[in-house]
Every structure is written in C-alpha cells, then in structure tokens.
C-alpha cells in the first residue's frame, strides 16, 4: 500500500488543522491506520492510531482531547483533526499502516508502510 499525506501548513496557536492521507495499492479495510510526527532535534512519536475498522482508536498524552483520528474506509482515506494547536505540535506528520486486522498499536516498528509526510508549522 501506499500512502499520500496531506493538509499541512502554517497556522496560529490556538488554531485547527485537518490533515488527509490517501491510502492506494491495497486493500485499505486491512489495515490498521496511525499518525506519528517528528519535531526538529527530536525523535519521532506517536500521535494516534485507529484499528481497521475504526472501531477503537488510540491518542498519545500530548494530544488526547484535542486531537481526532478518523477513517473513511470507503475513500481509502485516514484523517487527522487537530484542534487547540500549539506550538509545541510543530512537526513532520506521517500517516503510517500496519497490515492486519487487529486492534491499533502505538508501536512504530509495527507499521511498515509510511507516507511523506506533511509538515505543520504553529506559530505563537
């Protein structure tokens, strides 16, 4: 499978964001979807995750409440809602898959297939 993310850009603190990753190739209802980010000088993280039916999800402490991960399975499409944006959410978001229908992991080694990723920038 492959994955296109989207949506990204420059926004206010305060601000919200939706960011898109198309997923093609594959059989997109098989696999369990998840957003991670890398900030400049740092490591990459996990930021949320939904399993393959979008039946359970996942969200890391930093963004629980003020972010929400979606599927359509449908458009072959992951979404990210990020509300309440800060600076502190300034980063590379990569959209990633793990094949299989099992419930979502925070796990990076366990996606094997990543998209570009797109770039969010928050200005205070």
């Known amino acids: 499978v492959q994955l296109q993310a989207s949506g990204g850009g420059l926004v206010q603190a305060g601000d919200s964001l939706r960011l898109s990753c198309e997923a093609t190739?594959?059989?997109?209802?098989?696999?369990?979807m998840a957003w991670f980010r890398q900030a400049p000088g740092k490591e990459r993280e996990f930021v949320a995750a939904?399993?393959?039916?979008?039946?359970?999800?996942g969200y890391a402490d930093s963004v629980k409440g003020r972010f929400t991960i979606s599927r359509d399975n449908a458009k072959n499409m992951v979404y990210l809602q990020m509300n309440s944006l800060s600076p502190d959410d300034t980063a590379v978001y990569y959209c990633?898959?793990?094949?299989?229908?099992?419930?979502?992991?925070?796990?990076?080694?366990?996606?094997?297939?990543w998209g570009q990723g797109t770039l969010v920038t928050v200005s205070s």
């Open positions: 990633a898959a793990k094949a299989g229908r099992y419930s979502y992991t925070p796990t990076m080694r366990e996606y094997a297939y």
């Open positions: 190739g594959g059989t997109f209802s098989y696999y369990g």
């Open positions: 939904i399993n393959w039916s979008g039946g359970s999800t």
